[in-house]
């Protein structure tokens, strides 16, 4: 059974750089996407970005110049740096799976989310 | 970019009562990829559906989807008071991956 635990600091200063780290357990990253999500206090959840098992990468439009999506496999751990963060960045920081285009495309593993709070 | 609307905002049901919500695109949904999450205060989004009508692994029978194109529906045939949450759709035929503002589903 696969597992996603997000780790990282709770507490981010303005205009400082976000960086968070999803482990995997349970299986292995091969042939799958590996997701950032983030979701506002009382709003919907908003897709960050992507990383194939391989390296290849995928970003929202509105943060692709202050996103960068890392992975080691040998740790089985993927990471998130967003930079020159503000107060809009407040939210709870979900990683999940995505399955490959052959075997569904949807994302089916969620992480239990880390609170990140913007403010100095 | 898919925008994807839900209506309606909040859906005010009592146990054993039939609920149907609806997920619009601003564009076709390529191959209907479209998925809806549940999800409860301080929970990660539970996934119920993909592919518009395909039940995840361990998802209740009293859960359905349908739709295709730009017009989805999830429907719960009898409430249960575990399924009292919030609900996303959520498509994923086109980057950027969006998802809707979400239905709140609650005890009447």
């Known amino acids: 059974q696969v597992q996603l635990q997000e780790s990282g600091p709770g507490l981010v200063r303005p205009s400082e750089t976000l960086s968070l780290t999803c482990t995997v357990s349970g299986e292995s990253m091969t042939s799958y996407y590996w997701n950032w999500i983030r979701q506002p206090p009382g709003k919907g959840p908003e897709w960050i970005g992507y990383i194939y098992y391989s390296g290849s990468t995928n970003y929202s439009p509105s943060l692709k110049s202050r996103v960068t999506i890392s992975v080691d496999t040998s740790k089985k751990q993927f990471s998130l740096k967003l930079s020159s963060v503000t107060a809009a960045d407040t939210a709870v920081y979900y990683c999940?799976?995505?399955?490959?285009?052959?075997?569904?495309?949807?994302?089916?593993?969620w992480g239990n989310g880390t609170t990140v709070t913007v403010s100095s | 970019e898919i925008v994807l609307t839900q209506s309606p905002g909040t859906l005010s049901l009592s146990p054993g009562e039939r609920a149907t919500l609806s997920c619009r695109a601003s564009?076709?949904?390529?191959?209907?990829?479209l998925a809806w999450y549940q999800q409860k205060p301080g929970q990660a989004p539970r996934l119920l559906m993909y592919?518009?009508?395909n039940k995840a692994t361990g998802i209740p029978d009293r859960f359905s989807g349908s739709g295709s194109g730009t017009d989805f529906t999830l429907t719960i045939s009898r409430l249960e008071p575990e399924d009292f949450a919030v609900y996303y759709c959520?498509?994923?035929?086109?980057?950027?991956?969006?998802f809707g503002g979400g239905t709140k589903v609650e005890i009447k």
């Open positions: 592919d518009a009508s």
């Open positions: 999940a799976r995505r399955r490959s285009m052959v075997d569904g495309y949807y994302m089916d593993v």
């Open positions: 564009q076709t949904v390529y191959s209907s990829y």
């Open positions: 959520q498509q994923y035929g086109s980057t950027p991956l969006t």
